[in-house]
């Protein structure tokens, strides 16, 4: 779902880096200082495939969340992903309605508009936080397959970051780099060339240095590669580049940092 949710599995920076261990002190790595989101230069992506599954019943896969959900589409609250309850309801044949509750607590309500040519889907899409406030922002995805309904697979570069993103990168004991961005845990990486499972999140990192100014990294869950980033540094060292390839997602993400 979309742009807390997107932004859970987008742009929360899980930053896994490792392979070979660096050539200089943490201290003095480049990567290291504060970063700030430049959103006019930045492009996110987004698919997400809906199938039929039975007499008034859908799957839901939402690149980046790791398995579908399939749900009755009745308007009833059920368990989804993560811990948390998805209610399907079809308005209309071209509009429906999708919420998802953790805790009780609605933190996402997603209205779905089919164009009368079957080509486009419009998605009113809410996030709730936890302190009362909400934000709403539209997005237009084009069907990359299925032939008509609402069903079939969804994708756009339609996704607009209004919130400030932050990252901050710190030296990590003597080889690695600690990650912290907005809306999501730090990470504490190692260069030492061996794969890492974090207790907390049950994903493993595995990567390698490509240069000073460049590293590649994974991130896996149960062996299978969910995202690879690419993250460049520019010549001047002010501006981060990570360019994400979400498993099973056609188009990357590129996130685009101004050094504060």
């Known amino acids: 779902m979309k742009y807390k949710a997107l932004l859970n599995r987008v742009l929360p920076l899980i930053l896994i880096i490792c392979w070979t261990i660096s050539a200089y002190s943490a201290t003095n790595d480049p990567f290291v200082g504060k970063w700030k989101l430049n959103p006019s230069q ?5 698919q997400m495939t809906i199938q039929a599954a039975g007499a008034n019943k859908y799957s ?16 009833t609250d059920q368990p989804g992903l993560n811990g948390t309850m998805l209610s399907v309801t079809v308005e209309q044949p071209d509009s429906w309605k999708i919420v998802r509750k953790k805790e009780g607590r609605t933190i ?3 209205k779905w508009k089919l164009s009368k040519d079957g080509k486009t889907l419009t998605d009113a899409f809410t996030s709730n936080q936890a302190d009362g406030s909400s934000s709403t922002i539209n997005m237009q995805y084009k069907r990359t397959a299925g032939e008509s309904g609402v069903p079939g697979t ?8 209004e919130a400030v993103i932050e990252l901050e990168i710190r030296p990590y004991e003597t080889d690695g780099l600690s990650f912290t961005s907005t809306g999501a845990p730090s990470r504490n990486i190692k260069f030492d060339g061996q794969e890492h499972l974090d207790p907390a999140t049950g994903a493993a990192s595995l990567g390698h240095r490509i240069d000073e100014r460049s590293v590649e990294y994974t991130n896996k869950i149960k062996d299978k590669i969910m995202q690879t980033r690419q993250v460049t540094l520019s010549p001047d060292l002010k501006t981060l580049t990570i ?3 979400l498993a099973d997602q056609r188009l990357p993400n590129t996130l685009v940092f101004d050094r504060e």
């Not at 930045?42 to 987004?46: K, L, N, P, T």
């Not at 969804?154 to 970051?161: A, I, P, S, Y």
Request: glycine share 8%; no cysteine.
């Open 42 to 46: 930045s492009a996110i992506a987004d």
């Open 243 to 245: 360019v994400v390839h």
């Open 108 to 110: 996402i309500t997603a």
């Open 154 to 161: 969804w994708e756009t570069t339609d996704v607009k970051v």
């Open 60 to 75: 839901f896969t939402f690149v980046g969340a790791g398995q579908p959900e399939t749900v009755t589409a009745d308007g």
